[in-house]
């Protein structure tokens, strides 16, 4: 795209990721998390896709990095779900004990970071497994149609 | 096969009558939720709490179906088949 593409997107770009890491860290106290804040992390990718084509891009994220960073985003959700299976399957465990473990007052306050047990980091996992699998599907997909043009 | 799905479609419509009528026992599910979701699981998010903890398995399922289908994406894009295809 156009030099003025190109500029408004390498800055845009910051506040598109970090919305979206914001919106999975804080999952747990504001509305979002991890899949929708994956969603916005992956929609970042597709403007530096869209702005500087996906060769480029293709040279800092590759698709099998990225295949890796999902499979262990699954691996961390299904550990947590079994970290509490001494109760019963997906127990928060964390609850009430020294990590996340602060307990708000009930009813509508402003609430603190350090609550919800294990929430956070499920939150974390599913946000880098959905921000992997929605960048992988984008970057193979553009890739793609860039190689079939080059063929035709 | 006929029997069958005569069976089920019987099935069907037999339970779309037996069902009790939209609302009629006022859940107790949600009430439960909005009053004991701060406490239970510390989260002030309670769609969050659903979600992650009372609802867990369920998004192991929706984790799931995206694992599946970025795994078929990524296969069915892969760029040596596709230089391989020059004639």
């Given at each position: ?103 708000p007052p009930s009813g509508p306050n402003p609430g ?41 | ?37 701060q ?5 002030n ?43």
């Amino acid at each position: 795209m156009s030099k003025i593409v190109r500029t408004m997107a390498s800055l845009l770009i910051l506040f598109a990721l970090i919305y979206g890491v914001y919106i999975i860290m804080h999952g747990h106290l504001t509305p979002g998390g991890g899949f929708q804040g994956g969603a916005v992390f992956a929609s970042g990718v597709a403007l530096l896709i869209v702005a500087f084509g996906s060769e480029i891009v293709h040279k800092s994220l590759k698709e099998h990095h990225l295949s890796i960073l999902e499979s262990s985003g699954a691996l961390i959700f299904i550990g947590l779900a079994f970290g509490g299976l001494a109760i019963v399957f997906f127990y928060n465990f964390l609850v009430g004990s020294s990590i996340f473990g602060h307990i708000p007052p009930s009813g509508p306050n402003p609430g603190d970071i350090w609550t919800a047990g294990v929430i956070p980091f499920m939150n974390i996992a599913v946000g880098l497994k959905v921000l992997a699998g929605l960048s992988a599907i984008l970057l193979v997909m553009a890739l793609a149609t860039t190689l079939m043009e080059v063929e035709e | 096969m006929a029997v069958s799905l005569s069976i089920f479609i019987g099935f069907l419509i037999a339970t779309a009558f037996l069902i009790h009528p939209f609302g009629y026992p006022p859940s107790e599910m949600d009430d439960y939720i909005i009053e004991n979701a701060q406490s239970e699981t510390g989260a002030n998010n309670a769609v969050t709490s659903v979600v992650f903890d009372y609802r867990g398995f369920d998004t192991l399922g929706e984790a799931t179906i995206l694992f599946a289908a970025v795994t078929g994406v990524v296969m069915l894009f892969r760029r040596k088949k596709l230089s391989r295809i020059k004639p």
